[in-house]
């Protein structure tokens, strides 16, 4: 007996929104391969990459071009687009909404100022912040862009970022002195990744602002790369206070990163 036209229908829309969803996890997932690979490729390169047809991953380009989520450039290759950074910001925010009261309680247990810092293509971004409650303390205005070579953030965000993508990444930044105690060779940067890696958290030692020391340890499992740190003055905060400091750095950077897996998990 031949289905009812309300079956048909109902297994057409059925078939059609399981093809959707195909599309849609294909096409976000050729925009993740794309920031991997620095935000511009070739449909040849993300083929490989992706295992994914050349006239699938064509089709894809063109709907995410339609959109304004990618553009393709005068050589032919494919680029993120403008309309992404609206939802990177958008999304930093609300990240940064949600480390506030993680922050806070750096705060209240160390004294100094907090802050939480994404990775955003070659920059550290500032996203929160919770100032101290100290008369002297530091400020860092949320929004604000700086080099990762010179600051605690950004040695934990690339702490465990293979050597020679840090290597390209300096040599497209640069290695400008903020002070006389910046670093500014990459062999003197990777050498202060592996002491990070070793010691669990890393380490601004007035290589950003003379007088001021910041600690950073990265959040592990965060959906972007991303690092919290607390910030003083350098007669605060000494290397007596750092013992004090970083085990509070760790526990809080655990139970926030828990807390953003437990987000995911909820909305997945």
Not at 114 to 140: C, E, I, W
Not at 164 to 179: F, I, S
């Amino acid at each position: 007996m031949p289905p009812s036209s309300a079956s048909t229908t109902d297994a057409s829309r059925s078939a059609s929104a399981g093809g959707g969803v195909q599309s849609l996890e294909r096409a976000f997932d050729l925009l993740e391969r794309m920031a991997d690979a620095g935000g511009e490729v070739g449909l040849s390169e993300l083929s490989v990459s992706s295992g994914l047809p050349l006239p699938t991953i064509h089709r894809l380009m063109r709907t995410l071009v339609a959109c304004g989520y990618v553009r393709q450039q005068t050589n032919r290759r494919y680029a993120l687009g403008p309309r992404l950074i609206r939802l990177g910001e958008s999304a930093s925010r609300l990240l940064g909404t949600w480390a506030r009261p993680y922050l806070a309680r750096l705060v209240e247990e160390t004294g100094e100022t907090a802050n939480m810092a994404l990775l955003d293509g070659d920059d550290v971004v500032y996203v929160a912040q919770v100032p101290s409650k100290h008369s002297m303390r530091m400020f860092t205005e949320v929004g604000r862009r700086v080099l990762p070579h010179s600051t605690g953030v950004g040695k934990a965000l690339l702490a465990h970022t293979p050597p020679e993508e840090v290597r390209a990444l300096l040599a497209r930044t640069g290695m400008p002195a903020a002070t006389e105690k910046t670093i500014t060779t990459p062999d003197g940067f990777l050498a202060a990744l592996e002491r990070m890696r070793s010691a669990g958290y890393a380490v601004d030692d007035n290589e950003q602002e003379m007088g001021v020391r910041c600690l950073a340890v990265p959040v592990l499992g965060a959906p972007t790369a991303a690092a919290i740190s607390i910030s003083g003055p350098a007669g605060r905060v000494t290397d007596e206070a750092t013992e004090r400091i970083v085990p509070v750095l760790q526990e809080v950077a655990r139970d926030l990163s828990e807390a953003l897996a437990n987000t995911a998990a909820a909305q997945g």
